[in-house]
């Protein structure tokens, strides 16, 4: 099941590898709410909006193999719903 937002993920998950690359950077962790929702249209804050940091951290090394950690009840949720067509390793 791919769509348009997931297509949108995978297309800024392209351009933070680009900027990785220029940059010399090993990889970019996004924690708060906003840089992950930006990254993860769909990704709804699993923290209240009031709070900067997410319980959730995306992590986008060079490779572009997504990375996320996060507790167990939420994973399972973030790979049928947000992230469906990305190439994911998830941490609990």
Do not use: F
Not at 59 to 68: D, L
Request: net charge negative; proline share 8%.
């Amino acid at each position: 099941m791919n769509n348009v937002r997931t297509d949108e993920t995978l297309v800024k998950c392209h351009q933070l590898v680009q900027l990785m690359e220029r940059a010399n950077l090993e990889g970019i962790l996004l924690e708060t709410i906003p840089n992950q929702t930006w990254l993860v249209p769909t990704l709804e804050p699993y923290t209240p909006l009031v709070a900067e940091s997410s319980k959730i951290l995306l992590y986008i090394p060079r490779s572009g193999k997504m990375c996320v950690a996060g507790p167990d009840n939420e994973i399972p949720q973030i790979l049928t719903k947000d992230l469906v067509g990305c190439d994911v390793k998830c941490y609990t």
